[in-house]
């Protein structure tokens, strides 16, 4: 199913380099038919975390393109779902249809098995979000 106007979704956490970026390149993977997807972080680091770039890269995804950013570099939107991974209260000025919290540990600092746990969770995550869009896409909209 195409849908006529793609769902924007912005994933925050707090330095944009491990957690929303997967998230980032995960759901532009999979809902590319369907979601406008942007990451953020509350307080960025400036990079991604070269572990989060190789546990995509094992799902197929590039990030390599992908930089980390502060909320202030978005573009204003009404967005349609805010996903937040542990900044908390960070980014309530931002205008939502949705918000989430998915309660996900950081894996920095952690090995590679930690950043492949919060992949494969954030998958999951992301896959329930696509079929609640697609089941509500009708009435919604």
Not at 37 to 52: C, F, K, R, T, Y
Not at 69 to 96: F, N, Q
Not at 131 to 136: D, H, S, V
Request: glycine share 6%.
């Amino acid at each position: 199913m195409t849908l006529k106007m793609k769902y924007r979704v912005l994933f925050v956490c707090v330095e944009n380099s491990c957690r929303s970026q997967i998230s980032e390149g995960l759901a532009r993977h999979l809902g590319s038919n369907i979601l406008e997807v942007w990451s953020a972080g509350s307080i960025p680091s400036g990079e991604i975390h070269p572990l989060a770039i190789q546990v995509l890269k094992e799902k197929g995804i590039n990030a390599s393109h992908q930089k980390s950013k502060g909320l202030r570099e978005l573009p204003s939107y009404e967005w349609d779902y805010i996903v937040t991974m542990g900044c908390g209260d960070a980014c309530p000025h931002l205008p939502a249809k949705h918000r989430l919290d998915w309660n996900l540990a950081d894996p920095k600092g952690q090995p590679i098995e930690a950043f492949r746990k919060t992949r494969d969770e954030i998958e999951k995550q992301i896959q329930s979000l696509i079929k609640e869009i697609r089941a509500t896409a009708s009435t919604s909209r």
